[in-house]
């Protein structure tokens, strides 16, 4: 096993054209199954670690910039970032505990790609896009396009998340709802979401389908603003938006109901504010 360590970003570009080797930042993906994934021994890996010059946190008029190094703790206790996007705390906060949260990014929760992430479904709610870089140059993904299938994402062999964007909004309602064993150091059985502006509601869904996604069916339903009557009244649109399955640790019939459950009295919660 080789562990490149690039001290630039352009290094690290070069490096990761030239060599097969796995990016890793924080490695809290990567060294909690260690022990028995065996196969990942045998890997080089890129340790982006040290590139200063993604760790940063900037502001313009319009857009608010975490470099990819940016982890949790720092969204945690930047009250700036808070006061502006509230969900990002409180996803930032049911990431494993402060452990975690001191060393993993919210580029290394896009780029695991997990159906189950406390991250990207605040960051899709949120507008986000997903600067990617390679030796060739900058483009720019929004997230909600960014994956194609279970751990499938718009990203090359030589290409790198660098930083994520999101646009600075109005909301009139925001929320973020995780349904799992514990608040945090456990995985999402269920999570949603939801914010909404003038242009209508955004409704972000994980651990119900391959990919964190959007649910469009979702939004214009509750957007039209005709009463909900009742939570079952949602599976409809749920099941048009959705694919649950059956694992260890839920069934796809309990994820539908929570589901809907979960949206149904938060936005009637909402509403009634």
Partial sequence: ?????PTTLTEALEIRCAEDATPMAGGTDLL????????RHDRDYLDLWGLDELRRIEWSDDMLELGALTTYWDVVTDARVGAAFPLLVDAARQVGAVQIQA???WAGNIANGSPAADGVPVLMAYGGTVVVASSEGHREVPLERFYSGYK???????????????????YRHQR???????????????GAAMVSNGSGWRVVASSVAPTIRRCP???????NGQPLGSPDDLLPAIRTDVSPIDDLRSTAAYREQVMSRVLYYAIEEMNHR
Avoid: C, N, Y
Avoid at 177 to 185: H, N, S, T
Avoid at 217 to 223: C, K, V, W
């Fill in 217 to 223: 069916t979702i939004e214009a339903r509750i957007s």
């Fill in 103 to 105: 060393r993993g990014t």
């Fill in 1 to 5: 096993m080789t562990v490149f360590m």
């Fill in 152 to 170: 499938e994402m718009d990203l090359t062999p030589d290409e790198l998340i660098v930083a994520i964007r999101i646009p600075r909004r109005t």
């Fill in 32 to 39: 909690v199954h260690w022990p028995e994934q065996l196969e």
């Fill in 176 to 190: 973020f709802i995780k349904v799992g064993l514990r608040r945090a150091q456990a995985i999402a059985k269920v």
